[in-house]
């Protein structure tokens, strides 16, 4: 092959260093890949024909929904090509032997754009949207190219040779209608490329021409043109909570074009009352207002697989972005549940991993998660020990209304076995009131103490007592002497979560703490009995023992406003390094409140 013949540069375009490991045309000359995206290329990175758009200064991978435009630009504005013409290619094509060849005719026969498909239907417009095009008839008329509307053809995909001097024309033409695409039908960005492509070259009178045969390209889902299958894209319940001020919008009357998109994606008629929290109020504002106001549609720089290892309890959700992104979202922002290792240091991680095969910040924080940090989570249950506070008989305490003995005495022992059949902590359970616990199983992962305190709790609350509960149980516990943290959970109650609260603590403490004391600050554990903002939940808390002084010398009087509750939230605060400070995971709470006597 003589050098004037080698006028022609093959791009495909390609997102998956494996595919083109595997992908061979030998026969085929000047072929080169583009890698795209954020995947990893350990092993591709040193190959001459492979380039890495990511590494290049002029890449624009950041900007959604531009897809195979991002090739074009990368390919018109790094000075890469050193031929007249460039064929770029998606990935998902079988070549012919014979596509260098041929192609290299049709450009000396004067041919500036080739298209590797069989024309398609002509761009043309049907109302707002068409089943079968799905061009926005504003945009087209901003591009002044309205009199090619059913004129001329359409080519069916981004499988293009075209001339290095019309690529970079193109490309800077389309950069300058690309905000009104945005601001227009943001959602469907990356359609337009490849539908103004055909319009710009016809209205260029750019000489063009089809070759059939050259490359057989697989349409995947998607490929497929129907604006329907963008509903990947966008999902309502999501939607409606990173936007939570569209239930209060008023959407009516409908316009046509939204009644047309929900029988187009066969959805029930919508009536003219939308508001609220529905499927219909979140689709019929976001094509009415919401991506005119780029309206979020996912959480920004979210991981939901770094979530989900990070809070491992999460695992009986459905794993995938959707339903992960809804619960941190719902209740994971309430929990301070993390999202990522904000100081994960990656080099010094790949400099300790030689042999790792990953290459993304991403990638290394879950190989981390998944790898190391659960050999720290062995034996979690030795780190713990469980104190059930109990005062069997309250007496005359104050702000006690579940006084009856025989019902705090069922209480416990519901409590107690639970605790013992389903999970494998050790447990303490310290009574205040000096009572016989003869109606507590004998169990080798059960310590029974009984001693006769809370005297000074009917005048200073039940809080008073709590704190010389657990004084005592760990000044004569066995188990409570060899464990690093404490549990203290009322003793009447199943903390029915209590496996995912630990492994939870554990884990904020190896990637975010240290933390030595934390509680639940939610204001509304117990229906009906809301709590002030500045105290926490004392149902359970955990501490490091070496916070007990700390403790001690707080004042606690229920009658004087210093609720124990109030003490915790402060030490909190004192003691965390953090702003705002590590809120435990909401517990699941099993049991009756005895300040109200109602359900939690």
């Known amino acids: 092959m003589s050098d004037s013949d080698m006028d022609l540069e093959i791009y495909i375009v390609c997102h998956d260093q494996n595919i083109i490991l595997n992908t061979q045309y030998p026969n085929i000359p000047n072929l080169k890949y583009i890698f795209v995206g954020q995947n990893s290329f350990d092993k591709i990175y040193d190959k001459p024909n492979v380039i890495i758009a990511r590494n290049y200064p002029n890449n624009i991978e950041s900007q959604k929904y531009l897809l195979s435009f991002t090739a074009w630009y990368l390919l018109a504005k ?22 260098y060849q041929q192609t290299i005719s049709e450009i000396k026969n004067g041919y500036q754009a080739i298209s590797f498909m069989q024309y398609g239907s002509p761009v043309r417009q049907i109302g707002y949207l068409n089943q079968v095009t799905d061009i926005n008839a504003d945009i087209v008329r901003i591009t002044g190219m309205s009199h090619l509307i059913n004129q001329c053809p359409w080519f069916h995909t981004t499988n293009q040779c075209l001339s290095l001097s019309l690529l970079r024309t193109f490309v800077n033409w389309f950069l300058n209608i690309e905000p009104k695409i945005r601001e227009y039908d943001f959602l469907f960005l990356s359609w337009y490329h490849e539908r103004l492509y055909s319009m710009y070259v016809s209205h260029q009178n750019i000489k063009h021409k089809v070759i059939p045969g050259l490359v057989e390209h697989t349409f995947s889902e998607s490929h497929t043109l129907s604006k329907s299958n963008s509903l990947q894209y966008f999902d309502w319940q999501l939607y409606m909570e990173l936007n939570p001020d569209v239930r209060n919008i008023d959407l009516s009357p409908i316009p046509k074009h939204v009644a047309i998109y929900n029988r187009y994606v066969k959805k029930s008629h919508i009536t003219h009352s939308t508001s609220g929290y529905n499927e219909s109020t979140a689709k019929n504002h976001f094509i009415q207002k919401g991506q005119r106001e780029h309206r979020l549609l996912r959480i920004p720089n979210f991981n939901w697989k ?37 100081n994960f240091d990656l080099s010094s991680y790949k400099n300790n991993n030689p042999n790792l095969q990953i290459n993304t910040k991403e990638d290394c924080i879950l190989h981390y998660l998944e790898t190391q940090i659960y050999y720290q989570m062995i034996n979690v249950e030795e780190r713990f020990g469980i104190l059930l506070s109990a005062t069997v008989n309250v007496g005359d305490c104050c702000y006690v209304d579940r006084r009856n003995v025989s019902d705090r005495i069922k209480d416990y022992q519901k409590a107690v076995n639970f605790y013992l059949t389903q999970t494998k902590f050790n447990l303490t359970f310290v009574d205040n009131s000096g009572y016989d616990l003869s109606f507590l199983p004998d169990h080798p992962r059960l310590e029974k103490i009984s001693f006769q305190g809370n005297k000074s709790g009917k005048d200073l609350g039940k809080g008073y007592g709590e704190r010389e509960t657990i004084n005592y149980g760990v000044e ?28 939870n603590f554990l884990i904020n403490n190896i990637i975010s703490g240290p933390y030595d004391l934390v509680a639940n600050r939610d204001n509304n554990l117990l229906p009906g009995f809301p709590q002030g903002q500045n105290q926490v939940n004392s149902q359970i808390f955990i501490f490091d023992k070496k916070c007990l002084p700390k403790l001690n010398q707080q004042i606690i009087n229920d009658k004087a406003g210093r609720s124990i509750e109030m003490v915790i939230y402060d030490l909190i605060k004192e003691t965390s390094s953090h702003v705002p400070p590590f809120n435990m995971l909401r517990p699941k709470i099993i049991g009756v409140s005895g300040t109200v006597s109602k359900p939690y």
Do not use: F, M
């Not at 790094?78 to 596509?99: F, K, M, Q, R, W």
């Not at 999460?314 to 929990?335: A, D, M, R």
């Not at 066995?478 to 630990?502: D, V």
């Open 78 to 99: 790094n000075n890469i090509c050193t031929t007249s013409h460039v064929a770029i290619l998606e990935y998902d094509c079988t070549l012919s032997p014979s596509l």
């Open 306 to 342: 770094i979530y989900s290892a990070l809070n491992p309890d999460l695992k009986e959700l459905p794993q995938n972005e959707i339903s992960l992104s809804l619960h941190y979202l719902q209740s994971g922002v309430k929990e301070s549940r993390l999202t990522t290792i904000n």
């Open 476 to 503: 004569n516990s066995k188990y409570l002497s060899s464990c690093q943290y404490l549990i203290k959970i009322t003793g009447r109650l199943i903390i029915e979560n209590i496996t995912q609260i630990t492994t």
